[in-house]
């Protein structure tokens, strides 16, 4: 249904900053939620961030709650994920994910539908 493409990862100090970009390519123009997670070497995928498709409901995981924020262009069906403060436990690859029709829960992998390949955040000390 969806096509998701990250980018927009890299190398960055404790402190500093990122800002990851995902676009989505897909036929339809049905409303789109979409969101982010991030899995490390070892460790299960876990929620980041999610939008409604308007852009007006936002949920984060508290980890990241304060240095985060995810923001979309509906437009384009574009989401970013500007991230602010960054910490050494932010360092892991970044999934970006979506959905059309029913609202996903979006602390739940399997809520959503489409996946993106990844790009890798890498935070030093």
């Known amino acids: 249904q969806v096509q998701l493409q990250e980018s927009g990862g890299g190398l960055a100090q404790t402190g500093g900053s990122l800002r990851l970009t995902c676009t989505a390519s897909r036929v339809t123009r049905d409303p789109l939620v979409m969101g982010w997670f991030r899995q490390a070497p070892g460790k299960n995928r876990d929620f980041v961030a999610g939008?409604?498709?308007?852009?007006?409901?936002?949920d984060y995981s508290d980890s990241v709650k304060g240095r985060f924020t995810i923001s979309r262009d509906g437009d384009t069906d574009t989401v970013w994920l500007q991230m602010d403060h960054l910490l050494p436990e932010d360092t892991a690859d970044y999934y970006c994910?979506?959905?059309?029709?029913?609202?996903?829960?979006?602390?739940?992998?399997?809520?959503?539908?489409?996946w993106g390949q990844g790009t890798q955040v890498t935070v030093s000390s």
């Open positions: 994910t979506a959905r059309t029709g029913t609202r996903p829960n979006f602390h739940s992998p399997s809520s959503w539908t489409s």
């Open positions: 939008i409604g498709w308007k852009g007006t409901v936002t």
